[in-house]
Structure formats: C-alpha cells, structure tokens
C-alpha cells in the first residue's frame, strides 16, 4: 500500500463549508497527487507536489487549495464545499521501482458528499 | 496536454475468453504507459506497465502491447476468471525523474460471466 493513509475515509458536509481532507505517508516519498474520480471522467489530477512547500496546479484545481508543510504530509482543502464537489478523493505518491521507474501508487480513498 | 481515449467503456465476456482494452494517447513524447485495476469501493491498483522501449510486455495472463507510430497501447487478458471483472484504467505519462502526473483514461468496465 505503499504506506499511504487517507483521512477522513467518508464525509458528509454542507454546501459552502470549509472540507479538509489528509493524505499521510511513511515512506518519505518527495511526491505527492490528488486526484478526484467520477463516472465518466476516470482520474483528474487535482494538485501535486515535488517537496515540501513545492505544489503545482493539476487540470482540476479550481476551487482547491492544497498544503505541504512537511514531507509525511499533503493536505487538500476545499474552501467553500460545492455539490460538484462531491467525489472520491485519492492521494497518491510516486515510487521508484526498479523495474518499471517512478510508480504511482494509491492511497485507500476519501468519499465526500456535499449536501 | 496529454489526452489519452479508452475503448470500450464497458466489456463483458465469457470466463474463458480473453479481453482486450485499448487506449490511444495524443503526446508523441509520451513514454510510459501503466494500467491500473479498480474493484469497487478499492483504491485503483497497478497491475502492469510498458516503457516506450518495447513492443510488448507480459505477466502471467495479462499482457500489454505498444504501438508507437500510431500512439496506441492494448491491454489483453486471457483466460479470464470472475475475479477479472473491475473497472481498468489506462495511463500516459511522459517519465522524467522526478514526479509523474499521470493521465488517465475514462476507464473500462470489465464483466466476466459464468
């Protein structure tokens, strides 16, 4: 699992609540992914980060903050939780393998429902 | 950007025959190519990949077969089993050393029928 632990697993919030959401990893991988699933849409890359204090916007970074304050941890904030927002979150991190290279791997997930 | 199409959206067949799902990507520079399994209510989990380098990669039942001129990769599974159906992601990246930001296709969903 790549010692991935996402945090909370299932939420439920209100339209216009503030959602945060915790990606922790043991393995003091550099870097780190959020990415949101829907039907039809796969995975999209949301933000990512290359080091602590270092992130960079992905292709569906509207309306999310992220924060890296220490290399264990990569935080996704939603400021003001939309219904579009509604979604199953992953976190990822990126491994060197040495077979294949740098490999991404998943945390377990995070399921928000804005209501 | 990187734009990778998945086909089919869904596929069912017979335990016992073989599936193929395949995927083209727009980026030339594109070299890696990953496929990941996805079964309900789990975290999406690699199950093989292929570098630019090759053709062709094998494990055991499953396969994956690159086509670089025309930027198309294929995912084949022979033998399918019932523990095959989940939904199976097809990626593309361009390998650097650091970081990957993946894109992904829509995914297929894969049922193998008694």
């Known amino acids: 699992d790549a010692g991935i632990t996402q945090s909370p697993r299932h939420k439920v919030t209100e339209t216009g609540t503030p959602v945060t959401l915790r990606c922790h990893q043991t393995?003091?991988?550099?870097?780190m992914y959020w990415y949101r699933q829907d039907p039809g849409h796969g995975l999209r890359l949301i933000h990512y980060s290359y080091g602590v204090k270092d992130t960079d916007k992905g292709e569906v970074s509207d309306g999310y903050s992220v924060s890296r304050s220490k290399t264990e941890d990569f935080l996704l904030t939603l400021e003001s939780a939309t219904s579009s927002q509604t979604s199953v979150y992953f976190c990822?991190?990126?491994?060197?393998?040495?077979?294949?290279?740098?490999?991404?791997?998943f945390g377990e997930g995070s399921w928000l429902t804005v209501v | 950007g990187e734009n990778v199409e998945q086909h089919p959206s869904t596929l069912s067949v017979q335990e016992g025959d073989s599936a193929v799902i395949k995927c083209t990507y727009s980026d030339s520079a594109s070299n890696y190519f990953p496929w990941y399994k996805q079964e309900l209510g789990k975290r999406p989990q690699l199950i093989i990949d292929i570098r630019s380098n090759v053709g062709e990669k094998k494990d055991q039942r499953i396969a994956v077969t690159l086509n670089k001129t025309a930027k198309h990769f294929s995912l084949h599974i022979t033998e399918t089993q019932p523990e095959d159906s989940a939904v199976y992601f097809c990626a593309a990246i361009i390998l650097t050393g650091g970081g990957n930001k993946l894109t992904f296709g829509t995914g297929t969903q894969l049922k193998v029928e008694l």
């Open positions: 990822a991190i990126s491994r060197m393998d040495a077979t294949s290279g740098n490999t991404i791997y």
């Open positions: 393995e003091n991988h550099r870097y």
